[in-house]
């Protein structure tokens, strides 16, 4: 059973468009969220913590669903270099799951 | 802005060396890991460390693998006797209070 599950991907969107990536959880008591961008061949990059509450930075939105187990993020008004691999990441004491990853490509 | 730093940036290792990953976390952090990807593959967990200790470790640390953190400021992964199949990319990271990590640009290993 993976622990995380993401999108398969690759979205491949026009520049301007709005892209939502979903994620879901398997362990229920999972303490903290975070969306991460990974780009080729270098280091995940912290995005954004998720909050049950929801949050948003600037063209990014984080949801998060703790009754279904489920992560979002959304993205608007796409930038091509928004182009990456995002990551879902699940805490769960002191682990970090990665998901797979959901590539991006956004095209002009 | 303060990083994770880890050297070397590639390291070439013959099948059964032994390998030495080293990492500089931020300053005032406390939470300490490595994790591994595999090309391809998805970010892996390999261990997490506080306090001086393992705190958790996964089915994958091995009595092959060892952490160490021999000064204030070092974190280091010992890989013995290092197989093909441990080719990966390593990332050191840490974290101030088992929130939020942040990671290294990582070290390329690559065992012929």
């Known amino acids: 059973r993976k622990e995380v599950e993401q999108d398969p991907g690759p979205f491949n969107v026009p520049e301007g468009a709005t892209v939502a990536f979903n994620c879901t959880y398997s362990n229920s008591a999972s303490q903290s969220f975070f969306w991460y961008r990974q780009d080729c061949r270098k280091e995940p990059k912290l995005l954004m913590s998720v909050y049950s509450s929801g949050n948003e930075d600037g063209r990014f939105t984080a949801q998060l669903n703790r009754a279904s187990q489920y992560i979002s993020l959304l993205i608007r008004d796409s930038k091509l270099s928004d182009s990456a691999t995002y990551l879902c990441?699940?805490?769960?004491?002191?682990?970090?799951?990665f998901g797979s990853g959901t590539k991006l490509n956004v095209k002009p | 802005e303060p990083e994770v730093t880890q050297t070397p940036s590639h390291q070439v290792t013959q099948m059964g060396q032994e390998v030495i990953l080293r990492c500089v976390p931020i300053?005032?952090?406390?939470?300490f890991y490595w994790y591994r990807q595999i090309l391809g593959q998805k970010v892996e967990f390999l261990v997490s460390f506080y306090n001086n200790e393992i705190s958790e470790k996964s089915e994958i640390f091995d009595d092959q693998f060892s952490v160490e953190r021999p000064d204030g400021s070092n974190f280091t992964l010992k890989i013995r006797s290092t197989k093909l199949e441990d080719s990966a990319m390593y990332f050191c990271?840490?974290?101030?209070?088992?929130?939020?990590?942040?990671f290294g640009q990582g070290t390329r290993l690559t065992v012929v």
């Open positions: 990441v699940v805490m769960d004491f002191n682990k970090f799951y």
């Open positions: 990271a840490s974290s101030w209070q088992n929130t939020e990590a942040f």
């Open positions: 300053s005032n952090h406390l939470y």
